[in-house]
């Protein structure tokens, strides 16, 4: 059996032990989340774009 020193160690300090319940998120998490949404945005507008110009195709065809 090894046996290891721990005197000085943090579990032996006397001071109270501070728990985070929340923490803020980071900027890497912030970049992360405005990517996403700036992606999802794109292929929103890139939906919609493609939907308006097979209308404007096709709904003269339609029509005549």
């Known amino acids: 059996m090894s046996q290891h ?5 943090e579990a032996f300090q006397k001071r109270p032990q501070v728990y985070l319940r ?8 912030r970049v992360r ?16 774009g493609g939907v308006v110009a097979a209308a404007a ?3 003269p065809a339609m029509g005549g």
């Open 33 to 48: 989340a405005r990517t996403a949404l700036a992606f999802g945005l794109g292929v929103a507008v890139t939906v919609i």
């Open 22 to 29: 929340s923490v803020k998120s980071g900027g890497v998490r």
């Open 5 to 9: 020193n721990i005197v000085g160690s």
């Open 57 to 59: 195709v096709f709904m």
